[in-house]
């Protein structure tokens, strides 16, 4: 009886004690999904590393810790835990997607292709079947690279800006050599509703899985409701390469952008952008952008100018949030000596925060600053010119559906000078449609 009485206490405990490390095991994968949905990655991969001797092998762990993995970058390690999971779940969508994507991170697109086709098959929710479809295109284009593939949208969008010109909020200025001078319309401060539509074309010929040339072009053009404000279209030309080599991404390419003013042509803006990056961390990248481009003006030549600009950046994500940071330097250099007046040297700052809300709502904050000092005395005023450049910006967007969004932008930005006719300070709003094919 003694006997039989010491089994049932053990077993009672030995019940009680597995009760306990089942309602903790429960509770740290709780914990792991938790972190998962909040997209904190560093500290989801680093719970789903101390759980793994206990929990490998359960189908749950096996899934949120291939989660984990892939959004920490050990795509290899995510690929066997999914493996494992679904062996043992094999009638389970979510994880035969998430190892589908895995595999086609990983370039191997035919077992991409095989999970994807299984689910193709099954009764999905829309946004999953959406996401199985975007794969299978992108499996068909990257399978086929000799033909390429294009990315295109178009946009229509109205607002008010408070001073498209650019203009000073002043009817005079004085200039040393001839006193008091009336301004022009077009260079003073005007309030105009506007409208606008705009157009890019996107071409991409993958060479690998890393590799790719890329050529694009676009097209804005806008309408002003007041006279005094000129309609300009701004058109863009790029073609570019880039590729991976030993961790960095290498990427270079040739612009060309011209402005035309009324239907005239106005500047044209020309050169060469190269960029290199380097992840540091796992969320972490840290790059370097260098520009040489030509300034040329169809009548007023003399303001034609060299321009070169140096940008180091770091950009990070944190949660759904995703930063950049941004450290500028460049300088001007003007064709003509009688126009050195015109050179000058500056550096700024940057930032860029954007949030992705929900599923559908993604949201952006931009802020810049730039100061510019000049070389030489303007002969007009008799000063050395010296700017201070500000502007801040705030974007929303939602997506209406895979290929239509709408999107809404608020901007402000501030020139500060010492010559008066170089102040002046904007605001402008916008909302708009875009409708990408």
Known sequence: MKCMHFRSWALCWLTFFSSLALASSSASLDQLEALIRQQEHPAAWQLAQQLQSEQEGDPRFDYLFGLAARSSGHVHQAVFALERALSSQPQSSDIRLALAVSYFDLGNLPAAERELKQLEKAALPERAATLVQTYLQRIKKLSNPEHGYWQNWLQLGAGSDSNPNSGVDEDFFFIPLLGQVRLFEQSQERDSSFYEMQAQLNFTLPQDQHSAFYLSAGALHSEYSEDVVFSRTYASAVAGYQTRWRGYQLAGELFYRPIQLDGSSYLDYQGLKTTVSYPLWESFELGLDLTYARQSYAELTTLDKKQLLAEGWLSTRTGRAEHKFQLRWGMDDSDQTRTDFNNRDYY??????????????????????????????????????DDSYY???????????????????????????????????????????????
Do not use: C, K, M
């Not at 904050?365 to 005395?377: K, M």
């Not at 705030?394 to 010492?418: D, F, K």
């Open 348 to 385: 700024g700052l940057g930032y860029r925060w954007q949030l992705l809300l929900d599923q559908r709502w993604t949201s952006s904050v931009s802020l810049d600053y730039l100061n510019g000092a000049y070389d030489e005395l303007h002969p007009l005023f008799r000063l050395v010119r």
């Open 391 to 437: 502007r801040a910006e705030l974007e929303l967007s939602y997506s209406l559906s895979p290929q239509w969004r709408a999107l809404a932008a608020v901007s402000h930005l501030r020139n500060n000078s010492n010559i008066t006719i170089y102040q002046y300070q904007r605001t402008r709003g916008w909302i708009g449609v875009r409708y990408a094919f």
